[in-house]
């Protein structure tokens, strides 16, 4: 029969584990959003435009928004191992 605390212990770090995975999921899918602006604004015809600085705009605001999610899954502290 496996220790009480071990599977206790477990079943925290699968959590933790499981919530550091959604925190990479939400940075990666703002990385690809991020990377996809970028190239649009690149592919754009020589000139700025106001597409072009909404493009700029919504940048910004999501790298933002990675750059809070990037401190908050560096905020995460796995679980003390039991004594």
Excluded: C, H
């Excluded at 020589?46 to 928004?65: F, K, M, N, S, V």
């Amino acid at each position: 029969m496996p220790n009480p605390a071990v599977v206790e212990y477990g079943a925290k770090v699968t959590a933790f584990l499981d919530r550091q995975d959604t925190a990479i999921t939400g940075v990666s899918g703002d990385v690809d959003f991020l990377v996809a602006e970028i190239k649009r604004l690149n592919d754009n015809p020589p000139g700025w435009t106001p597409e072009d600085q909404a493009i700029l705009d919504g940048l910004a605001a999501r790298a933002e928004a990675a750059a809070t999610k990037l401190d908050a899954l560096d905020a995460l502290t796995p679980p003390p191992v039991p004594a």
